[in-house]
Nanobody
């Protein structure tokens, strides 16, 4: 089972990126999916999550109105707009450990993790 995150890079403040998370080895079509991030020297934090159906989403206050999470049958996406230097972090996608769960924001409730993709925002 593998979750592969991609799409990160070095950008300037105000730029946009689209992060993708590809699942392989099993289907997560019935699992909520989340994005978390970890900046150097800081704890991992919740960014956004989407339900299995895609109909319900949750966002951290710091990214609301700038980031959009979505999903299709095989990938989960995070559209990140108006990037700020404080968004610099390794971004991880994750799958909730339970099928058919509500959208949750604690990383401990996610059992499957990708390797992360680095987003660096210069001022």
């Amino acid at each position: 089972v593998q979750l592969q995150a991609s799409g990160g890079g070095l950008v300037q403040a105000g730029d946009s990126l689209r992060l993708s998370c590809l699942a392989s080895g099993r289907s997560f079509s019935r699992n909520a999916m989340g994005w978390f991030r970890q900046a150097p020297g800081k704890e991992r934090e919740f960014v956004a999550a989407v339900s299995a159906s895609g109909g319900s989403t949750r966002y951290a206050d710091s990214v609301k109105d700038r980031f959009t999470i979505s999903r299709d049958h095989t990938k989960t996406y995070l559209q990140v707009n108006t990037l700020k230097p404080e968004d610099t972090a390794v971004y991880y996608c994750a799958a909730d450990r339970d099928r058919d769960s509500i959208v949750r924001i604690r990383w401990s409730e996610y059992d499957y993790w990708g390797q992360g993709t680095l987003v660096t925002v210069s001022s």
